[in-house]
Structure formats: C-alpha cells, structure tokens
C-alpha cells in the first residue's frame, strides 16, 4: 500500500502546510483518512478528487475535519462521475452533530463505522482502539487483505499503554507526536520520546512522526528525540507534504 501525507501539521496550517490528512491507495482503491485544513489542495496534487473511493475520519476536531465541507462541494458541483455516485465519508455516530454533516445532498453519504468490529473498506480491513483525548477518537489499525502489510494510526491521543499490543508489528506506525520530550503539564498529545519509545515496544518497522508543531525548529529537535528513543531497529521519518512511503 502507499501512503501519500497530504498535511501533517497539528491544530493549524502553516508555511503553506496542512492539517491532518492522509491518502491510503491500495489495489486502485483511494482512501483518504482524515481530512484538515489544505486536504482538498493537496488532493488535487494527487489525484483526481472524484477518484477518491472513501473517506475516514478519527475524529470530529477541526484540524481533521476543515476541509470536509470543500469536498462535498468539489463532488456536488462535478456532476459528470459515473452513476453520480456519491462519495462514503466513514465516522463514529456517536456525537450526531458532527456525523449528520457528513452527509450532503447530490454529493456524500455519512457512513457510521463501528469501532467494535472490523470495518472492511475495499482492499482493506480497519480496526479501531479509542485514544484518550479530550473527545472522542479512534486509533485505526489497517490490514491490506492481500500482502498482510499494517498501518496503524495513532490519531490523536496521549500517550497509553494500550496503544503498544494495537500497534504490535506494524510495517508503518504514524503517531501524534505534537511535543517534544521536555514539554510537561497536561497533553492530549504524544512527545517525541513517547512516539519512539511505542515504536520500539510495539517492534514497528518504520515510525512516521506526524501531527508535528508548526515550529520547524521544534520539528527537528522531535526528529532527533524520537529517533533516540526508537532504537536502531526502526527507521523514523518526518512527516512532511506529498511526502510517499510504500509498505
Ligand atoms: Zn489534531
Ligand atoms: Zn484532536
């Protein structure tokens, strides 16, 4: 599978960088996951927006959801696809005022997953573990059903031990690393040490830094950090905009 990070900043965009969002393609199936502010920009740099097959969300914030809005008008106001599909946007239905919107006339249909079962998306089976932060968010483990390669996608969350068994042999593991590890007090997000240290317990292949803060400064210094805590055993990456990575 190729993952393609179409934004990678947490909270806001800047420097001409997005928020969360990610495009997942498998065996022509296009996945995107989560879908922030600059998604549908960045998208266009990709693909064809009407080739998207699905979209799935963690959660509700708007880092992840900004650009959800845009992309019902993009498919609402291309009118020429086949069968005037409409496009699936995956969330939780928990919280009803979010996932109504989800749904817009003539161009997405609001599809609830639940994150009790295994959710099976084209080639894919997803599997969700909710994450500790200030709402609610799900953590999803991606199978592609025919190479048994894994994603995991930590979404948003501080740090839990749970997250180690859900991440366990991952052949790529992108964690919210917002923090550096001298940053204390209250977070709702990992550190860099944090997101190594889970990359190594849970014996992932390769570690993707991403939910990163906008002070590129502070980015280097998480790179450095995490990949101490990683240990040589796993390679640490940098998110960054139209940065690709096959597993
Ligand atoms: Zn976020
Ligand atoms: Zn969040």
Redesign the pocket.
Known sequence: MKLTVLGYL?GFPAHHDGTSSYLLTSDHFNLLIDCGSGALLSLENQLNPLELDAVIL??Y?A??IADVGVLQYYWQLHEQRPNRAVLPIYGFDHDASHFDQLSWPNSSEGRPYNPNQVLKLGPFDISFLKTQ???E?YAMRIVERSTDKVLVFT??TRYFSDLVSFSQGADGLMT?TNFAATNNGVM??MTSTQSGQLARDAQAKQLLLTHLPADQNLTQQILVEAKQAAGDNVKVTLAKSDLIMNF
């Open positions: 947490g963690s959660h914030h880092d992840h932060h200030p709402v968010a979404a948003d919210d709702w997000h």
